[in-house]
């Protein structure tokens, strides 16, 4: 058989199975709108979007992954396909921190699929709101970056907040130089987000020292305003390029390679268990010798791992402090729950923020 031969056969066998694919994801349409259906006629206010059972079916996905598309590639594809059949049961609005081309945009993307609408915001709390009134039916805020820290306004915003953190969204960040000047002598100067410019200290030290550093509201509006200043650059993400119609000058300025922000999802509904799970607590101790560690000594003794604890003024007083504690586990397992009964027993302030699906990918 020559080589054309054996391409034709290729070619007829992976038609024919694009056939087979295309009818299958056509059949689970049919069966998500079928789903739709029975949820309607049992609750007209039903929720449609299950954080857990969608964590699950990734989670599946990825165990069950033998190649030869790697697991992150597999569960994009599967995310899609989930991101296209819940859009026939339930449109969905996802706000995000504006404005368009954002990394904030990118993880709403990442975690809801192309399949829904995503709002631009203009701040954090205008997030809150949108979600909070129904104008949106999730939405996306920035929470934690592996080189800056905790990004403490979103932290604040949940004292006040009634809504429920619904998922999480890991994304590996990758800061671009953007513009249209190409020598980098020429530029005057760099726009980006305060993040985004200590992110990438060094890179600007070494090879940029001559320009002057604008702090923005965000990168995409940094993209924006360098789109009309041709003799400036922005440091931006990919997405943001594409949108204002900049070439990248340099790829991957960031000083520290594994460079990753967390984000929240936050929405008006608590989340079922996924089998791999985290809490969020918002506590505040007694003002007396030894309570914190009075406070968290239930976690130790029921054997719940405590992954993050970070202290914020309450707002409330002079000096006095709540304190944000994520934990491995959901609120309804038994070990968990028994130690939230004994943490609520001893806090002068206690909060359950959420249960939800840790980050698959």
């Known amino acids: 058989m020559s080589d054309n031969d054996n391409l034709k056969q290729i070619r007829e066998r992976i038609d024919a199975l694009d056939l087979q694919i295309q009818d299958l994801i056509n059949q689970r349409a049919e069966a998500a709108q079928e789903v739709a259906r029975v949820k309607r006629a049992e609750d007209k206010d039903a929720f449609f979007y299950r954080p857990e059972r969608e964590a699950q079916v990734l989670a599946s996905v990825k165990e069950r992954n033998s190649g030869p598309v790697d697991d992150e590639d597999m569960t994009r594809l599967f995310r899609e396909i989930m991101s296209a059949c819940l859009a026939l049961e339930q449109p969905l609005r996802i706000a995000f921190l504006g404005p368009e081309g954002t990394f904030t945009q990118s993880a709403a993307l990442k975690h809801f699929g192309h399949s829904v609408e995503t709002v631009a915001m203009g701040s954090i709390p205008d997030i809150f709101r949108d979600v909070e009134s129904g104008a949106c039916h999730y939405g996306v805020v920035p929470v934690e970056n592996s080189t800056e820290g905790m990004i403490s306004h979103t932290l604040d915003m949940f004292i006040n907040s009634g809504l429920q953190i619904c998922g999480e969204v890991t994304l590996r960040i ?86 990753t922000t967390r984000f929240l999802v936050i929405g008006r509904q608590s989340v079922a268990l996924s089998g791999n799970d985290k809490t969020t607590l918002l506590l505040s101790a007694r003002n007396v010798a030894g309570s914190l560690n009075t406070l968290l000594r239930p976690l130790a003794e029921h054997n719940i791992s405590m992954t993050r604890i970070e202290s914020r003024p309450s707002r409330r007083g002079t000096w006095d402090y709540v304190f944000f504690i994520d934990i491995l586990g959901h609120k309804d397992e038994p070990d968990v729950a028994k130690a939230m009964e004994e943490l609520r027993a001893d806090a002068s302030l206690f909060k359950v923020l959420g249960s939800y699906p840790v980050a698959v990918l």
Do not use: F
Request: negative net charge.
């Open 174 to 259: 990758h800061h671009h130089l953007m513009g249209t000047e190409k020598d980098l002598s020429a530029i005057t100067k760099v726009y980006s987000h305060q993040q985004s410019l200590a992110q990438c200290r060094l890179w600007l030290d070494r090879n940029l020292h001559h320009a002057e550093q604008q702090s923005v509201g965000s990168n995409a509006e940094a993209a924006r305003q360098a789109a009309n200043d041709p003799s400036s650059a922005a440091i931006a993400g990919e997405m943001a390029a594409e949108i204002y119609g900049l070439d990248l000058l340099e790829e991957s300025i960031e000083d520290e390679p594994d460079n």
